[in-house]
Structure formats: structure tokens, C-alpha cells
């Protein structure tokens, strides 16, 4: 170890990218590591027109707090190490069904809120394990209440309608998109963004992200995912 890297060590120490407990080496503590809630069954479908979705994990204990740290405790770094996981679920259950890597833009307002747009990160470090450039297709045109304050169904869906648009449709038309966002719930709101992409003339679109659902619901509910 440098003398850099020992004083940077010493005044940020290492930390789990999930639960966030100090850990001597590595990007996860032993119990995460060991414990991860992975979601294994096959994409499920979102949205109107159905469009496949890989997760990752389930959304629960130290995956939820991690993406909440990512979201709101500006803990960007941990997008590199969530990025492992997403990148292998897409590879494994979305092999050949995509040639291009985009991702589910916030709104202007959060991202100056949070200073960074969260799935853009993740979609950038995903893309890059595969050597290939996350690219930014979407933009979010109106910005919207956060879905995990809403409740009711219905709502949720009418939240996100026509909330994304493409500014170059000429860079979409004919393309495969794998469209990447951090959390999926209903997936209102990847079906929402795959829609705006669709509508551009992008020939398909198949969905992944890093957490959704719950490892302890009844089998029925377990592919209720969060977004």
C-alpha cells in the first residue's frame, strides 16, 4: 500500500457498498458477501407491452439501505460495485437481446437535488464491464413525485406517463436497447422510459435493475418489483 492510499484508508476508511459497515479490504463485509438476497427466476414482464426486466436482487436489509445511501447519502461510489451485480443478471437472462446500454434519466430538479442521477452511474459502470459506453437517449421532460410515495397502483401509472421523451430519435431508431435503472417495483417506470424509446422507432427494449420485489413475500407477490 502507497502512502496515499494509506492516509486516504485512514481517513476514509473502507466500507461495505451494502450495509456500510467498515471492512479491512474488498467492497463487501463477509456477511453481506455471504447473504445477498439474489433474485434467480427468469425476466419478469413490465408494462403494457411487456418488456422483459432482469433484477438482480431483492430489495430488502442491506440492499435497500445501500441503494438508499446511493440515492440520498450521495455515496455515488458504491454505482461502480452495484454495477457487478446488474451486469451479470443482464448477461445471464438478456443474452443477445440487446446491442446498446441507456438508462432511465431523473428529472434536471433531483439531479441538481442529489448532484448526480443515480442510474446514469450504474448504467455507466455496467456498460463499462462489457467495454462498451452507456448512453444517455432519454430525458425526463416534467418531473414527477418519487413513486415510493405512492401507493395506489393507478397513480403510480399516471405519474410517470409521458414523463420521458427522446431528443434524437435518429440515434434510436433500429437499435436494441438494454434500458438500466437502479430500482423497480410496479415498473411503471422503466415500462414508461422503454415506451418513450419504442415510440422513437427503437426495434426493441429489454429492462435491467439492481434491486426490486421482496425474498420474503408470498411466491404470488414476488414479482411485484420497485421502482
Given at each position: 500500500?502507497?502512502?496515499?492510499?494509506?492516509i486516504?484508508?485512514?481517513?476514509?476508511?473502507?466500507?461495505?457498498?451494502?450495509?456500510?459497515?467498515?471492512?479491512?479490504?474488498?467492497?463487501?463485509?463477509?456477511?453481506?458477501?455471504?447473504?445477498?438476497?439474489?433474485?434467480?427466476e427468469?425476466?419478469?414482464?413490465?408494462?403494457?407491452?411487456q418488456?422483459?426486466?432482469?433484477?438482480?436482487?431483492?430489495?430488502?436489509?442491506?440492499?435497500?439501505?445501500?441503494?438508499?445511501?446511493?440515492?440520498?447519502?450521495?455515496?455515488?461510489?458504491?454505482?461502480?460495485?452495484?454495477?457487478?451485480?446488474?451486469?451479470?443478471?443482464?448477461?445471464?437472462?438478456?443474452?443477445?437481446?440487446?446491442?446498446?446500454?441507456?438508462?432511465?434519466?431523473?428529472?434536471?430538479?433531483?439531479?441538481?437535488?442529489?448532484?448526480?442521477?443515480?442510474?446514469?452511474?450504474?448504467?455507466?459502470?455496467?456498460?463499462?464491464?462489457?467495454g462498451?459506453?452507456?448512453?444517455?437517449?432519454?430525458?425526463?421532460?416534467?418531473?414527477?413525485?418519487?413513486?415510493?410515495?405512492?401507493?395506489?397502483?393507478?397513480?403510480?401509472?399516471?405519474?410517470?406517463?409521458?414523463?420521458?421523451?427522446?431528443?434524437?430519435?435518429?440515434?434510436?431508431?433500429?437499435?436494441?436497447?438494454?434500458?438500466?435503472?437502479?430500482?423497480?417495483?410496479?415498473?411503471?417506470?422503466?415500462?414508461?422510459?422503454?415506451?418513450?424509446?419504442?415510440?422513437?422507432?427503437?426495434?426493441?427494449?429489454?429492462?435491467?435493475?439492481?434491486?426490486?420485489?421482496?425474498?420474503?413475500?408470498?411466491?404470488?407477490?414476488?414479482n411485484?418489483?420497485?421502482?
Open positions: 500500500m502507497n502512502v496515499v492510499s494509506y486516504l484508508d485512514l481517513l476514509f476508511p473502507p466500507k461495505c457498498a451494502f450495509c456500510g459497515r467498515l471492512i479491512k479490504e474488498g467492497d463487501l463485509c463477509p456477511s453481506c458477501e455471504k447473504n445477498l438476497p439474489y433474485r434467480e427468469p425476466p419478469t414482464l413490465i408494462g403494457e407491452k418488456y422483459p426486466c432482469a433484477v438482480a436482487l431483492y430489495y430488502d436489509g442491506p440492499v435497500r439501505a445501500g441503494v438508499k445511501a446511493l440515492k440520498f447519502g450521495k455515496k455515488s461510489w458504491r454505482a461502480k460495485v452495484f454495477a457487478r451485480y446488474v451486469a451479470q443478471a443482464a448477461a445471464e437472462r438478456l443474452a443477445g437481446e440487446f446491442d446498446a446500454v441507456t438508462f432511465v434519466p431523473v428529472s434536471l430538479r433531483r439531479n441538481f437535488e442529489r448532484g448526480f442521477d443515480q442510474a446514469r452511474l450504474l448504467a455507466e459502470a455496467t456498460a463499462e464491464i462489457w462498451v459506453r452507456a448512453e444517455p437517449m432519454l430525458k425526463k421532460i416534467r418531473h414527477t413525485k418519487a413513486q415510493s410515495s405512492l401507493t395506489d397502483p393507478t397513480r403510480r401509472k399516471e405519474n410517470v406517463k409521458d414523463a420521458y421523451a427522446v431528443p434524437r430519435p435518429e440515434r434510436v431508431r433500429g437499435r436494441r436497447f438494454l434500458l438500466i435503472d437502479d430500482v423497480c417495483t410496479t415498473g411503471n417506470t422503466l415500462a414508461a422510459a422503454a415506451d418513450a424509446l419504442m415510440e422513437a422507432g427503437a426495434e426493441r427494449v429489454v429492462c435491467a435493475a439492481l434491486a426490486g420485489g421482496h425474498g420474503g413475500a408470498r411466491r404470488e407477490n414476488r411485484n418489483l420497485e421502482n
